[in-house]
């Protein structure tokens, strides 16, 4: 088994769309040898690959906004290489949201990004197929919202760090951790790729024991790298404690449905989001759709509930917004997991009192839409010990001890 990588002088911690996109942001500076380390590196149980594919800058708080704007003016420069399609986001407001709303708009202009204002009559015209609006107020059009192919997207960013020298190594599930001079990080390296059930039960158990694993399927390593970084999404809170702190996001399942509207072409429109809370777009031949069910409980689930979900909260909901929508069968569907911070805003940045350590995780959904921003920003920490392009400052975990609230994002979907 090769042990190329085992002293980097940068490891990181996570190979998902945040991952690929910090060794992305090293592999363009002066950071040494990368090293970014995964148990699932395809990404079967990742919420890089299990989410709806995306992309806005409409957001409630400008530093979203920001980070969504970056990241979505350079997919626009590779776009036919990741899928991106400026298709708009179609946001659907009652009375009593549409104000707070319109005052979010402000800031969205003022910042460069277009969002147009639609009445009643206008979304009509815009989506034909909208017919029941008896109970709207109006809309927000995000003109640059859109979609992206969330793998390619990542493997975009895999291939310009690749090209650069940087190493990725799947199947390692870090289980210990500490520092002397430099951090050593001790993982099982599974040496051949495990099946998906077998992936699935280590993600959800997250064993630390050595006797959890059989040492006939792989080997214990030890890492030796001067810089750490925390990019392992929902399991994020077990790796800080591995590293020696606290994170306070919790894993939350989110369940998507594909379903096929037989009178109802989809293919012409984005991302439409109903003042329900179920959001929609076409997806090859099929509708997309998802939504937050009320009261899910946190922990590794990635039961997918079918029939009983898409009859309780997608389709009633689409059926008080479309005729087109009031015959629909389901076709399948897939559950995958957010990592919610407590103020629904990423944990970005250099972790407070542990020299040497950074993280990049909670984002509550909108990792694929700030990837590339963040990429940039955690590669400036760690050679520069600054932000240069987008100031992250506001997103440090120390947010939630010192008491330096920001306002929390209320356009989560």
């Known amino acids: ?11 990181v911690i996570g190979g998902g769309l945040i991952g690929s996109s910090i060794a992305m942001g090293l592999s363009r500076r002066d950071a040494g040898s990368v090293t970014v380390v995964d148990l699932d590196l395809g990404g079967e149980w990742s919420s890089s690959e299990l989410n709806a594919g995306g992309v806005r800058a409409t957001w409630s708080q400008r530093v979203n ?77 995000g003109v640059k919202d859109g979609l ?31 520092r002397s001079s430099d951090w050593k990080i001790r993982a099982f390296r599974f040496k051949d790729t495990l099946k998906s059930e077998d992936k699935r039960r280590i993600l959800e ?17 030890e890492f030796s790298a001067g810089q750490v970084v925390n990019a392992a999404g929902a399991w994020a809170p077990k790796l800080a404690s591995i590293l020696g702190y606290e ?11 594909l379903f096929h509207a037989r009178d109802l072409d989809l293919t012409p429109y984005g991302m439409i989001i109903d003042p329900s809370g179920v959001y929609f777009h076409p997806e090859s031949i099929y509708g997309l759709s998802g939504f937050a069910t009320p009261g899910e409980s946190a922990g590794f689930n990635f ?16 059926y008080e917004r479309s005729t087109g929508f009031e015959s629909l069968r389901h076709v ?9 911070s407590p103020d629904h805003h990423a944990i970005v940045g250099p972790v407070n009192g542990l020299p040497g350590v950074f993280e990049a995780h909670s984002f509550s959904g909108h ?28 997103l440090s975990g120390g947010r939630f001890k010192s008491g330096r609230t920001i306002a929390s994002e209320t356009w989560v979907i």
């Open 367 to 394: 990792g694929a839409m700030q990837s590339y921003a963040v990429g940039i920003a955690i590669a400036e920490q760690m050679t520069k010990g600054r932000y240069e392009t987008l100031d992250f400052s506001d």
């Open 148 to 178: 992206v192919n969330p793998n390619r997207l990542k493997e975009h960013y895999r291939e310009l760090a690749k090209e650069a020298g940087v190493v990725f190594m799947d199947g390692v599930f870090v289980t210990e951790g500490n």
């Open 332 to 340: 399948s569907g897939w559950a995958g997991l957010y990592e919610n």
């Open 247 to 257: 994170c306070p996001s919790v894993p939350v399942r989110r369940q998507i449905s």
């Open 303 to 318: 039961r997918y509930d079918a029939d009983s979900f898409f009859e309780e909260h997608i389709w009633p909901a689409l």
């Open 1 to 11: 088994m090769s042990t190329a990588g085992m002293n980097s002088d940068v490891l």
């Open 65 to 141: 906004l920001l980070a969504s704007k970056s990241s979505i003016e350079y997919f626009g420069t590779v776009a036919d290489s990741i899928g991106y399609r400026d298709c708009g986001y179609l946001w659907l407001h009652r009375p009593e949201s549409f104000s707070s709303a319109l005052k979010a708009r402000e800031m969205h202009v003022k910042e460069g990004w277009a969002v147009d204002v639609l009445d009643v009559k206008q979304i009509r015209d815009r989506c034909p197929f909208i017919d029941k609006t008896d109970d709207l107020a109006g809309g927000l059009f």
């Open 205 to 221: 158990q997250n064993p630390t024991s050595r006797d959890s694993f059989d040492g006939s399927l792989g080997e214990w390593i």
